[in-house]
């Protein structure tokens, strides 16, 4: 099936969940073009993404594509260097290295960290009404990557600026986005050379000193993996707590149930992941073959997208799939799945844990102060995430 552009248009920007249920109705793979101009083949049912996440025919490596993506915005060659970009035995590697700064044991570590922070952002909530993106769910977790990364507090403020111009959706994005990158790359290269001199108890430092025989990340590869981590680490916990928040906000049976521990936090924020999936599309594969996928013949070089987005609301999957039910066995694919399953899905977990935990203890009358139906989502069809989260006490 051919789709044009109009497939990313105001009706998918406001209601994706309808688009990706009606395709889904039509067949699990589409060829659609994005608005950028290019042509993608894009996977829609649970089975297929599933399964495609796993298939080695599938590559990260962009060097396999049929087309130089000329007219797309693009990440630095400087920024490439990471696990997004990478195929085995290269990602095994580099995953193997990351891993062990990345351990459960550091991420833990955090917790302390991450309830201050968080203590301190709902002690100097000014209100009520408040914006809970604005005051909350965007503030803790740029703090706390921050902090994991090594970060000086005084940063943190143009980390935020770059990290918004990013995924900024007006007009300029692709010129904001270039110039963000190329200030954060700067700002890296920098904090890098002096934690190889310097070295503190946080992440970069570890990264550098993280060894495998004589192996180790070349500076390049440190680089990116700060950038990506940086990145993705804030982003996905942001929009994780804001939907999570919502979720219960809107179904307050369930919201009092979590309060008084019939249902754990844990299993709400997993809902919520599949109910509304932070990062709609997993990292772009490119066909190394000419391939089938339920039937849809893919060319060798095909750029492919799978929608993790339409995988965790398909029917043939989940009863009842458009309802929020914390009391769901989580069998969502909101962080991957396979070799690149997300690395940093137990500090999100932890970040959004601690910072509803908190939010419903704190403030045991929270509603919204607006109805539903009047919030808006960001436009974006790379992200699931809340322009604001107006809410009362």
């Not at 042509?39 to 990260?60: C, E, G, M």
């Not at 968080?118 to 706390?144: E, I, R």
């Not at 069998?331 to 601690?354: D, F, K, Q, S, V």
Request: glycine residues 4%; contains cysteine.
């Amino acid at each position: 099936m051919i789709i044009t552009n109009c497939l990313f248009g105001d009706t998918f920007m406001t209601h994706p969940h309808r688009v990706y249920a009606d395709l889904r109705e039509a067949g699990s793979v589409h060829r659609v073009t994005t608005p950028g101009g290019t042509p993608v083949w894009l996977v829609t049912r649970y089975q297929d993404v599933r399964a495609a996440l796993t298939d080695p025919r599938l590559s990260l490596d962009k060097s396999n594509a049929a087309t130089d993506d000329s007219h797309q915005p693009s990440m630095p060659s400087e920024l490439d260097a990471h696990l997004l970009n990478v195929d085995p035995p290269d990602h095994t590697r580099l995953r193997r290295l990351v891993s062990k700064a990345f351990t459960p044991r550091r991420i833990e570590r955090l917790r302390e960290h991450i309830q201050a922070h968080t203590d301190v952002l709902l002690d100097n909530l000014d209100g009520p009404p408040v914006d809970l993106m604005k005051t909350f769910a965007n503030p803790l977790p740029m703090a706390v990557i921050c902090e994991l990364l090594g970060i000086p507090t005084d940063a943190q403020s143009d980390f935020r600026t770059w990290t918004s111009a990013l995924t900024a959706p007006d007009a300029d994005a692709a010129v904001t986005s270039q110039e963000a990158m190329k200030q954060m790359y700067h700002f890296l290269v920098t904090i890098i050379e002096t934690k190889r001199t310097k070295p503190s108890d946080d992440f970069l430092s570890a990264m550098i000193e993280a060894r495998d025989a004589h192996d180790r990340l070349t500076k390049p590869e440190l680089i990116a993996m700060a950038f990506l981590t940086l990145y993705a680490g804030y982003d996905n916990a942001v929009n994780l707590i804001g939907t999570t928040a919502l979720a219960l906000l809107t179904h307050p049976e369930q919201m009092t149930a979590v309060r008084n521990g019939r249902i754990p936090l844990h299993a709400a924020l997993e809902e919520a992941m599949r109910w509304n999936t932070p990062f709609p599309l997993a990292a772009r594969r490119f066909a190394l073959e000419e391939l089938t996928i339920a039937g849809a013949r893919i060319p060798a070089g095909a750029r492919v997208w799978l929608s993790l987005t339409s995988a965790n609301r398909d029917s043939q999957q989940f009863t009842n799939p458009n309802t929020f039910d914390s009391t769901r066995t989580p069998t969502h694919l909101a962080y991957g799945h396979g070799i690149h399953y997300c690395l940093g899905a137990p500090l999100a977990r932890l970040e959004g844990e601690i910072a509803l935990t908190s939010l419903l203890r704190r403030f045991p009358n929270l509603t919204l102060a607006v109805p539903a139906d009047e919030l808006s989502w960001i436009r974006s069809f790379h992200k699931r995430g809340l322009q604001s989260l107006p809410v009362s006490w």
